[in-house]
């Protein structure tokens, strides 16, 4: 062994070494948050990347014979692809390589903004657009909004209802809020909000989706920005006070973030490090000026929010980045909803590159602005993915390689430090929101649906009507996305067939090249990826509304005895108690909750479990309230006291956790 060892050539991983030296040594002991830091390692991975590019076209592509065979076809249709996902790449890291923290500056200008006068303030309209949302999801919002840390006097809030429900005037008119209705539905969305403007008149206009509840700071934090006249919107991120289908189909809801996590908590940060920022639609306000000489929200697109930000860019309007939580709103609550909300942004995004506005039109735009508005991110990663798993099964079925042949100790020496430096990359930018497998994992699941969007769009971008993402539907019962785990099941089959009939020397489809090595390692890795992609198919069944994690000191009052305990988790309807002994009560017991600064619950214990070792004993109460007493209830649990984030992710769960999903029992992992 120790002459095998002797004997290797250890040369072709020189580079990869380097890449990983660069990281281990440098990288991970710079501050992430500065900008050279990032420059530094940005500019790194990119010069590797080159590297790999420029020996992928001279010595791979190019001396392929121009045979018109479809090895050369294939050879210069993939190569094509990595161009595209280059470019995609390198847009990426350019705008990684900066990230902006506006924290310190919300707060010195809401002291300066908010020492004037209250009669000096700005009024604000408070749109919240609607169409099918039920009263279980609407309450929230709206009980929200006039919870607002604002002069009551100085802010409206508007429920712009195009479903035109009574009940919902009703209700509206019990709590305070303005209901507005329109003839029809003309230009979905954005049309509503239009009409919203016609019959309002704030200096600004703060929107919020039905699903999304405002903290009550929200105003507090984002007004002062306006400030500078420059500015046309302030956008701030969408965090979910439920987990999303990814979360809960890989049965990683305690250890795994919300797939928008990577977007909100780090992109969107780098991008208005540039200017670059763009309005998301929900958890923003607009100056109503700017959308005045923008002539409203545009409505070419089924994304004005989108289109929003490049309207006002066209007229010297920014769009400012305020990464707080001020806001949790409803993830999409079941698969349904997931792809209908994935689709309309990617459809949404494709069609600006055909408008007189967009980014490859719009007048105003600088080169550098059109760029990064380009929707290449929704071209590219669903078409690069789908090739990445295409690849090793077309090879081992037809003995096409996507280059012109090559030895194995070249592509570890170009293509290996390529892999390595973007993974180590992700991992220093974004430490706790991206592992290679399950961010695999989630990208694959999802190109199976989203690649025949991405083509329709291409080809023919208008024409879909605008479809509202499902919400307060819940996911009560177990479901199963056929069509997906079916796509997946079959390149699995595809891909694991081809590497056996490979192994039969009577059977095997290529010849002795060194590729095959490559393609069997390569195989082996898209079916790992494939089959956790798979565990996402299998919905499974949630409660609507979950529970939100809480330690509030309470005393539980029962007949003629009082007992202290922590409450630990509570909702809407339901919580947890937790006791340093056993309470001695039963199921059916009627008991009353006091806690500071909540309405005191009168309950009815559901379960009881013993304390064990250094576990407290747990009680389980259900509660109805309704009237003042669930509004503050709701205003207590969902406008900034508690949160469902995940700050850190813990790998060895996420590891055990996922193994158990596959070949063992179900279940949620992490710490309880």
Known sequence: MVQYLLELDLAPLAPTCLVGAFFYIFATNWPRQKTWARSIACAFVLAVA?????????????????????????????????????????????????????????????????????????????????????????????????????????????????????????????????????????????????????????????????????????????????????????????????????????????????????????????????????????CSIARRAALDVIGGFPHDSITEDLLTTLAMLNKGYKTRYLNERLSMGLAAENLKGYFVQRGRWCRGGIQTIYLHNGPLRGPGLNLFQRAMFLPLSWLMQYTTRFVILVVPAVYLWTG????????????????????????????????????????????????????????????????????????????????????????????????ALGLVINIVPEWSRIGEGEFSLVSAYWAALNILVLLVAALICFEKSRPLLDSFATDEPARIVVADRTLDARIVSLSLDRGVASFPTDPGLRPGDRIRIEMEHFPHLDATVEDVTPGRRRKPACLRFSYALAGERRDAMIVRLYTGQYSQDIDDIDKSAIAHGLWHRLFGRGGTYGPA
């Open 400 to 495: 096409a390689a996507p280059l012109y042949f090559t030895g194995s100790q070249d592509i570890v020496f170009y293509q290996l430090p390529v892999l390595t430096a973007y993974f180590l990359l992700m991992g220093w930018l974004t430490p706790t929101r991206y592992l290679p497998l399950v961010s695999s994992a989630v990208g694959t699941f999802a190109t199976f649906r989203m690649l025949p969007v991405v083509i329709s769009s291409v080809i023919k971008p208008f024409g879909v009507p605008f479809r509202v993402t499902p919400k307060g539907s819940g996911n009560e019962e177990n479901a199963f996305d056929a069509y997906t785990f079916f796509s997946i099941a079959f390149w699995i089959a595809v891909t």
């Open 50 to 282: 080159v590297r790999y590019l420029l020996w992928r076209f001279f010595h791979t592509v190019l001396p392929h014979p121009a045979d018109g065979s479809f090895a050369f076809i294939w050879t210069w249709a993939v190569f094509c692809v990595e161009l595209g996902a280059f470019a995609d790449i390198l847009l990426f890291l350019v705008v990684m390589s900066r990230s902006v923290d506006r924290s310190a500056e919300a707060s010195r200008l809401e002291q300066a903004f908010f020492a004037r006068p209250e009669s000096e303030l700005p009024t604000v309209d408070v749109f919240i657009p609607t169409y099918n949302e039920p009263l279980d999801v609407l309450e929230r919002t709206i009980v929200g909004a006039l919870a607002l840390d604002y002069p009551r006097d100085k802010f409206k809030v508007y429920v712009l209802d195009d479903k035109r429900r009574d009940w919902l005037k009703t209700y509206c008119e019990e709590k305070g809020a303005i209901h507005v209705t329109r003839p029809d539905n003309s230009h979905a969305k954005a049309g509503n909000m239009n009409n919203g403007l016609k019959v309002s008149t704030g200096d600004f206009v703060a929107i919020f989706d039905a699903d999304f509840v405002p903290y009550r700071n929200f105003l507090r934090r984002t007004l002062p920005f306006f400030t500078d006249p420059t500015i046309g919107i302030v956008q701030t991120p969408q965090h979910f006070f439920n987990k999303d289908p990814v979360q809960s189909n890989l049965s990683l809801e305690k250890v795994w973030p919300d797939e928008q996590r990577l977007f909100f908590d780090e992109m969107a940060a780098s991008r208005d490090a540039w200017d670059v920022s763009f309005c998301c639609g929900s």
